[in-house]
């Protein structure tokens, strides 16, 4: 049987960014894959069509495609040591005392095959609510300081894509998949919601990519024009 926990109780501290310090370094190699992707999108699309078809050169011209069909070995990293939440038939797992239990497995287990290095969890909203409350509620035991909670990756995607359509709202950017017959109206709507992940991620995509290609356009149009001939006389 899980102890029980109480949900409201107890003084509350809230550490600040100040107390830890550092700061984050920056990445010089974060835009070379997507680099290469929209290279590739760029080579394919200004070739000629051959009976009304790209030339794709036996590689996908979207970005999974592209970096499923291109990467090696070595670009596999190893399989990562992970837990599952204990089952128990008559525990929700969106309650204080399961998420507590599930936090206190996952920190004794992490401290028995990594001893030293401090639990990363992961769990979707409202599972990340409970887990952030027992941080708050048991610093000694679960605080920031000993363990690490991060929101799902389903719903971070969903929030940038939320607050992203918040920003290009009024701009006509979703009702250019419409025009382009890409999306339907209501899809294309949906676009500026976040609530289609995978359709907004493809609008992200092919947006990227369009830029891409007209700038590279723009480009070769502005070299391939007349400069004119400019003559210095010295005085």
């Not at 049987?1 to 550490?15: C, H, Q, T």
């Not at 970096?67 to 309650?95: M, N, Y």
């Not at 000993?146 to 389903?154: D, E, K, N, S, Y």
């Not at 939320?162 to 294309?188: N, Y």
Request: proline residues 5%; charged residues 25%.
């Amino acid at each position: 049987m899980v102890p029980f926990v109480e949900d409201l109780g107890g003084d509350i501290s809230l550490a600040s960014v100040q107390e830890h310090g550092g700061h984050p370094t920056k990445n010089e190699h974060t835009d070379v894959e997507d680099g290469a992707w929209l290279a590739h999108v760029v080579n394919v699309t200004t070739k000629d069509k051959v009976d009304g078809k790209w030339q794709l050169d036996d590689v996908p011209v979207t970005f999974a495609g592209f970096f499923s069909k291109t990467q090696e070995r070595k670009h596999i990293k190893p399989r990562a040591v992970i837990g599952v939440f204990p089952v128990f038939s008559e525990e929700k797992a969106d309650t204080m005392s399961m998420q507590k239990h599930a936090m206190l497995v996952a920190k004794k287990a992490i401290a028995f095959v990594n001893p030293g290095q401090i639990p990363v969890i992961q769990g979707d909203c409202p599972v990340y609510a409970r887990q952030k409350r027992c941080q708050l509620l048991f610093p000694e035991e679960l605080g920031e300081q000993q363990m690490v909670c991060m929101i799902g990756f389903l719903h971070l995607e969903m929030c940038t894509q939320e607050a992203g359509g918040k920003l290009m709202g009024g701009s006509g950017w979703e009702r250019m998949f419409h025009l382009a017959k890409i999306f339907t109206p209501g899809v294309a709507a949906s676009l500026l919601c976040g609530k289609h992940v995978k359709r907004t991620r493809q609008a992200y995509l092919l947006t990227l990519s369009w830029l891409e290609v007209l700038r590279r356009h723009a480009y070769d149009k502005y070299c391939k024009q007349p400069r004119p001939h400019v003559s210095f006389e010295l005085c």
